[in-house]
Nanobody, 115 residues
Framework: QVQVAESGGGLVQPGGSLRLSCAAS????????MGWYRQAPGKQRELVAR???????NYADSVKGRFTISRINANNTVYLQMNSLKPEDTAVYYC?????????WGRGTQVTVSS
């Protein structure tokens, strides 16, 4: 059974940094796009950033210049470096991978930005 699991969330003060990690495990032939999404209370889940196998990235306008997505294909791992965090970045962050043609979601990790 293929799974993706996030780690690295927590509580941080405004202006601080966090690094999220996501690893895919199980019987995997290939993973194409991997990405991070977030969902704040009372809001719809939204794309934060995604990255292709070849390294092409795209970001939500709200995080451009502050967040960086990266991946290690050999380890089926994707990272999200988040800098200059703002209270409005508070949300549950979900990892999403397209694994062997199927979309797999992680369970999410809470990020809270508050003083």
């Amino acid at each position: 059974q293929v799974q993706v699991a996030e780690s690295g969330g927590g509580l941080v003060q405004p202006g601080g940094s966090l690094r999220l990690s996501c690893a895919a495990s199980g019987s995997i032939l290939s993973i194409s796009t991997m990405g991070w999404y977030r969902q704040a209370p009372g809001k719809q889940r939204e794309l934060v950033a995604r990255i292709t196998t070849g390294g092409t990235t795209n970001y939500a306008d709200s995080v451009k210049g502050r967040f960086t997505i990266s991946r290690i294909n050999a380890n089926n791992t994707v990272y999200l470096q988040m800098n200059s965090l703002k209270p409005e970045d508070t949300a549950v962050y979900y990892c999403r991978g397209v694994v062997d043609g199927y979309i797999i979601w992680g369970r999410g990790t809470q990020v809270t930005v508050s003083s």
